[in-house]
Structure formats: structure tokens, C-alpha cells
């Protein structure tokens, strides 16, 4: 029984349509059918061809429909409608065939380890937890409650995640930083890498990740962060709160990186920088230097958002200015 | 018993030489030896270093030897001479070692599963498919026939692959999407994903690749589409029929690609946006809006391949023009 | 018992301070406290609230501090001291559970393989290996001797890797080239992957790399070469000894890189393309061409780094070099 009134409710919205209309499940704008919900952003998303029983809509944005709820974040409105009809089924539960977990390691009540993970020594692992399969968690892990960690993850020894943290498939935590001295005839000499990793609370984690184990110290990525597939984080750095990092972006060794900063993908930070709060870096920019509180960049190096967007404008019609100054040659000459 | 008439009805070719020339195996151009085949495509690459027993040349291609095959494609032919001496042997027979299989799950005639894997709940797995070890799969994945799966690869819940898919070690597929709303405080709220990804036939996804899963749909990857290693396939992506995607590329959320795509490595593109047929797009670009069908684009942001080198050519001289600039300002001050 | 003396000593330094003073450890030159001893590598950065108990610096760095050790490089210094003070315990011994290794493999003695790995047929592992949990090596690889495998790592048929090769979590060793012919209506049809890799002594591989199989030959990774996290190589390289590769970088089919090479993060190299000894290339350069022997470039594509930095100067100055072309115009016309 999930009538629009309900709906509406649950959403702390405002209803415009019938109470009593059901809906079955949330869907996407394209696929929803007649007893579906679905989230509209813009007024030319919602052309002839929608056929959703209702739409979610952010207030005074212009959008007509038979029954809509208006909401102040739409896409908060998503996520609690997925949570609401679609809620992730718990994949395990208890221990699995083949696993190992030392004798001094600890595990949760409620906690799963699925088939084929190994636990090593002195390992603690939180209440509620759920480990998938073919987790290598090293020694002296620790690991708050209510984690997901999915299958293939390696956790190196010593490193310490929070709370509610999600793990995707095949990250790696705590990998050795990449830190050589050269030897007198250039020969790369190993730095030994004996700090850990530090993950926050409700942090996520991305598939296939890799965040480096610091030299002597922590690698920290701080409470809330959530880090896209593919990402490299190297030793030493500090990530802070509720920042974003999206696929394939690097982080070089020991560099700072603000709260609530928004990095787009394949984004580059250089080693040994300041990167401030609430800084947005353009995808495939390259980041060479300090960037202050609040600036939006991009290029590489990075620059203004702005300037770069002229910048691009004029290198577009470079041809054009250069034709301009062999015009001007040509006159002077005549003069 | 491979002699040079018989490789050359193999390869559908027009054989210049000694028929009745034994070949033991097929090499590289700079290895193979005096009883070996190799292939050369260009004239000068056929200096008298080459002891190869005979080549596989394209007609017309100019190049002399003593004993030749002339083929339409010699890129073709080498798939072909490398199948023909160098059959790949199947890994494994059966079902391994501390593996588990849900009883739920099926699992065709002829197929196998390698050690530590993972079969999960109502997983349909088609004919004569090889496993190898390690490999996870999710509740409800179904994988048609003839799939070749290496060790160490995740399939989450949900996923469909077609048949005659290949997926290198240590690849994700059907990851969560990186989807969060943001709430007053600016903290990250994570949007749930709960599509699918589907994979369709005869597609190779390569080492370390990550695919996410859509957030209501489905990320779809169409029939002969080849993913190179440590690629990132955002959430509700779809990619077209035989579209090829080099190396360490990204393709953000919701972006649709067209059929016969060619993207060269480290090619990053921008979230909803559409590429269209044909298209080619040079390494390290970074596509910012939609690109008509046959297309060739290169740039950050993109712009047409001639264009963009021609640009490159200017700037690379822009210290020259800059002096021509100041040159004109004093002749006019002197004026 | 390690007083300064004693450390000056292992060091091969030159010790200003109290010869007796006790150290427990070393540590970041952060968070060194009283009985610790860190480095410092510049005079800011030995400011007042540095505790450490000893500092070891670099011979006419002009920093002054209560006790030092100055040595030739502090960086070798560093790696000295952490395995002096923080030597990495082994992991594991013998034969872990539910491991699998053919009995055609051959395992060196003192070597241990960790639970669920799998070794496969007329493999060779040499002596004092270390591999660890979930690693998967197919058939007729050979591993040198005091190999350190870390956990989830692939690695494919035929592959040889040398002495004292340390392989980070998640990589594949071996995966397929990218290599694909098209037919006639464009479909892809793949070439098969039949050579090797070979990596030799003293290499480090990063966390998720991938370095595919040759096609008919060998990809070569020389002796010394260090890969950071993520990074790609291509089918057919071939990498110098003693070069350094940093995150996130990837090397196209067929392309030979010299010796002592430094790449930084997110560089993409074109394939078939010869980068010369001594070689160094800024972060995010996308290298199209050969480069010469000791060369520094930047850029997309590569040009001397010092021409780049110049050229970054004017494009970031090109608005007013804009500006200066109208008035030149103006004023043209007013004449």
C-alpha cells in the first residue's frame, strides 16, 4: 500500500494529484509505467512520450504532470524512494565455506564473512558488518560496524576504517606508497612503507581503488568522503570531509585536500599541495600548485574556471588571430 | 604438415614461392626463423635482418621476399595463423576445488568452474563456459555460452552476459554507480543503485575494468564491443554494437556512445552526452559535449582532429607570434 | 641499545649531538617526539614545533638542531632506518588452507603460499618466496627467488618473473594485449595473445596494474623497474632498467622506453614509439612521438619542458595579447 499520500509523506513533500493513486516502484523517467513513480529535474524531460503515474519534482520548477509531489531535493526524494521500494537484500550471513579467521581476531555479532575471505590476527571487526567473498583482511585491521565490504578487497595490515563504510569490489587498502630513493648510479632503493590508512565514517569507496599505506604516518580520508572506482590515492595524504573524488582522479603523495571539495574525473593533484575547502576541479585538470578555498578550476595547470573558458574560446579561433597579425604585418609594411 | 599451399588456402591468399615451403609456426617479423611465417606491412620493414621463412604481405603492399602470401587484410591473417599454430588449451575441466555453487544455480553441459569460486543464488551459467579461480558471481547473474572468465573477476547481483564474452582477470562488473545527493549540510547521501548491467555477445572486457551497475536501468555494453584494461564504464551508460575503448578511458554516467566508436587511451567523457556513430576520438581528449556520427576529435575540450594539430602547430610557435605582436606595437608607436 | 653513534654508524654519517642519546625510532619528522629521530631536508622546515630527538639531514643543508646526522642522502637514509627500526614481519609460512598446487609445480624451500592461492602446472617458485592469500598463478610461470606477492594479485600462463620481485594487491601479470582485427563490415575479430611478459630482478609492481601478454613475444619488464598503482602496460613494451613509473600512467603496444626514466602520474605514451635513456616526463604528458635520450618534456603533445612552461605563461596572458591585436587593428585603420 504505497498510495501518493503515503509517498508524499515519506518525502515531506506536497502533493498536487490524487491521494489515493498507488505505485508499485520507483523507476527512471523513460521506463516508469503507469502505476510508477519517477523523478523529473527540467520541465523538456517530461515530453509526450511519459507514461510514469506520477513524478517527483523540485519546487517551482516549472513541471506540469497529472500527479506530482514537490520536493526541495529531488534527488534526496530519489534516494529515499529506492531505499523504500527497492531495499538491498543482505547478500550473507553468518561464516562461509573456506574461510580463515585467526584466533585473536574478533568478530561482531550480526557480522558475516563470506566464503573463500581470510581474517588475519588480531583483526576486529565491528557488529552488523557484512564481508563478502574473497576478502583478504590483514593483521591488526580494525573495522567499525554496519561495514559492506564486497568481494575481492584486500585490507593491508594495520589499517583502521570507520563506520558505516562501503567497500566495492577489488579496492585496495594500504598497498605499499611508492616512495624510492636512488642509489648513486640511479638504482631505485625501496623506502619501506610502515604507516597505515585511516578511513572516516560512511565513507564509500570505489571499485578497484588504490589508497596507499603511509610512509611513517596515517593516509586519512576523513568521515563522509565518497571516492569513485579507479582512484589512486598516494601516502601520506590527508582527505577531508564529505569530499567527493570521481573515477580515475590521482592524488600524489602527501597532498591536502579540503573539506567538501568536488573533483570531477581523471582530475591529477601533484604531490606536497593544499588543495582548499569547498574547492570544484574541472575533469582532466592538472593540479601543480595551492588552490585556495571556494575557487573552481580547471586545465592543466589549473586555472580560473572562467579564464580557462575564454582561454579555450580564443585558442579555438587562434587561426583566426594569428591570419590577424600577418594582416597587420602585411599593412605596416605598405605604410 | 603445414606447408605454404596449404597456409595459403587457410588464409584465403595468393601464394609467391615454393608450395611445398614446411612451416613449423608462426612468429614475430623479428624473431621468426627460417622454418617460421610472420607478417609484414610495410616495406621497410623488411631489411636484411629478417629471417622469417616466408611473410603474409597485403597485395599491392610493395614488399618482396622469397616466399610470400598476399592476403586482403595481414591483421586478419594473423588471427588466423596464431589460431591455427597456437590454440589457446582450456584451463580447466569441471568443477574445482573449494568451490561453492548455490543450489539454485545452474550450470550448463561443458562448463567449468575454477577453484575458490563463487556461484551465487539462481546464477544461470550457459555451455561449455570456462571459470577460472577465484572468480565471484553474484545472485541472478546469468552468463549465456562459450564465456571465458579469468581468475579473480567480481560479477555482482543481477548482471547479464551474452555469449561469447571474455573478461580478463580482476575486472568489476555491476558495481554501485557513484550517485549521491547532497543534503543541507552538504553532506554526501548515498542514492541507492539498483540496476543491472548487461553485457551482449562476443565482448572482451579487460584486466581491472570496472563497470557499474545503472541506478533503475541498465548500464549496457552492445554485441562486439572491446573494453581495453582498467577502464570505467559509469552508471546507465550505454555503449553501441563493435565500439572499442583503449586503455585507462572513462565514460561518465548516463553518456551514450554509438556503434563503431574508436576511443584511444586516457579519453575521458562528460556525463549525458552523445557520441555517434563512427566516431574516433584521439588519445587524452576530453569530450565535453555531444560529437556527430564519423567525427574525428581530439582536444580538451574536443574539436575537429585537423583543427586541434593545427592549433597544437601554432601554439607550439606562440612565443614567435607574441614578439610579432610587440614588433607591430613599436613600428606603430613609431609611426 | 641504538644511540646516535650507533645509528651514525649504520648510517656511514657524520653524527653532531650527544653520541649516547637513546632513539626508539624513527618517525615522520611530524610527529617525532624526544626519543625519536626524523628527517629534514630543508632549513623551513625545522621550525619550532619540531620535537624529535635527533635530526639526520643532508651535508650543507644549513639546518641547525640540537643533535644531527649528516649524511650523503637522506632518502637512503630513511630507507635505512625504517628497516633498522620497523623491518616488515613476514606474513606467512608453508603451505596455507585450501590451497591448491598441481603436482607439477615446484615450491623453493622456506617459500609459503597463503590460503586460497592457486598454483598451477610445471609452475616454479623459488626459494624464501612469500605469496599471499588469493593469488592465482596459472600454468609454466616461473618466480625467481624472495619473491613478496601480495594478496588477490594474477598471474597468467607462461609469465617469468625474476628475483626479489614485489607484486602490490589486485595486480595482473599477463592479461591479454589489445589487439583486434576488423572484418569487413567492422566488426572486431580478435588476434589471439600467445607471447609472455618477463619481469626481472628488484622490480616493484603497483596495486590493480596491468601488463599484458605480448602477442607472439615477450613483454619485457627490465631488472629495477618500479610501477606505481593503476598503471598500464601495453602488449609488446619493453621498459628499461631502473625507470620509474608513476600512477595511473600507461604505455601503448610496442613501445620501447630507455633506462632511467622517470614518468610521473597520469602520462599516456602512443605505441610504437621509442623513449630514450635518462628521459623525464612531467605529470598528465600525452607523449605521441620518439623522444631523445635525457630530454625533459611536458605536454599534450610533448615538447621541452621549459618551452611548455613558457608557452603555459602567454596562453595564460592570451586575453591581453587578444586585446593588444584589436588595438593594433584600430589604430591601423585610423592611420
New interface residues.
Partial sequence: MNNLKKLSEILNGRLEGDPGFEIDV???L??AGPAEIAIAVKPEMVTGKINAGALVVKENSGIRYKNLIYVE?P??A??IL??HF?P?ER?SYGI???V?IADSASVGDDSSI???S?VGENVEIGKNCEI???V?I??NVKIGENALI???V?I??DVVIGNSV?I???A?IG??G?G????KS???????Q?GNVVIGDNC?I???V?I?RS???TTLISD?V?I???V?I?H?VKVGE?T?I???S?I?GSTEVGK?VIMA??V?L?DHIKIGDGVMIA??A?I?GNVKDKSIVAG??Q?DLM?WK???V???N??K??E??KI??R??EE?
Wanted: glycine share 10%; net charge neutral; aromatic share 8%.
Fill in positions: 520507483v523507476n527512471s523513460d521506463n531535493d534527488f534526496i530519489l534516494s529506492i531505499s527497492l538491498v547478500f562461509g565455506k573456506y580463515t563470506g566464503d573463500h581470510y563478502h567473498s574473497g583478504i590483514y593483521n564486497y568481494s575481492n584486500v593491508r595490515e562501503v566495492q569490489p577489488g585496495v598497498s605499499d611508492f624510492f630513493a636512488r642509489d640511479g638504482k631505485p632503493l625501496k623506502i619501506p610502515r564509500e570505489g571499485a578497484n588504490c596507499d610512509t611513517l604516518d563522509s565518497k569513485d572506482n579507479l589512486q598516494g601520506n564529505s567527493s570521481s573515477a580515475q590521482g600524489s567538501n574525473g581523471q591529477g601533484a575533469a582532466k592538472g601543480s592543466i595547470p586555472q579564464s575564454r582561454s579555450q580564443i585558442l579555438r587562434i587561426e588571430y594569428i590577424k597579425i597587420l604585418e599593412k605596416m605604410k
